[in-house]
């Protein structure tokens, strides 16, 4: 903000890289839950070790945690005065 980034720029910056960083865990933890899944389909009470919809509740569930987790910092970085910012570096 010090450099001429308006609040909104914050916010889109924590936000993109926030959901860069879900997105990445996504894809890798998708494919290692299907692997879970299989190995431990004896443990599973009325689900499928490949059932799409709890795969979708879950990642719905897990972006709206991490986008929550994002919001945080990134109001945070919005309210915070560029003067006081440069004060202290």
């Given at each position: 903000m010090a450099l001429g980034a308006g609040r909104a720029d914050v916010?889109?910056?924590?936000?993109n890289y926030g959901g860069l960083l879900m997105a990445v865990?996504?894809?890798i933890g998708f494919p290692m839950a299907l692997g879970a899944?299989?190995?431990?389909?004896s443990q599973l009470f009325e689900v499928s070790p490949g059932?799409?919809?709890?795969?979708?509740i879950v990642s719905v569930a897990l972006l709206a945690t991490g986008f929550a987790a994002?919001?945080?910092?990134?109001?945070?970085a919005m309210r915070l005065s560029p003067m006081a910012?440069?004060?202290?570096?």
């Open positions: 916010l889109r910056m924590v936000l865990g996504l894809l899944g299989k190995l431990l389909a059932d799409p919809a709890a795969y979708a994002c919001m945080l910092p990134a109001v945070r910012i440069l004060r202290n570096e």
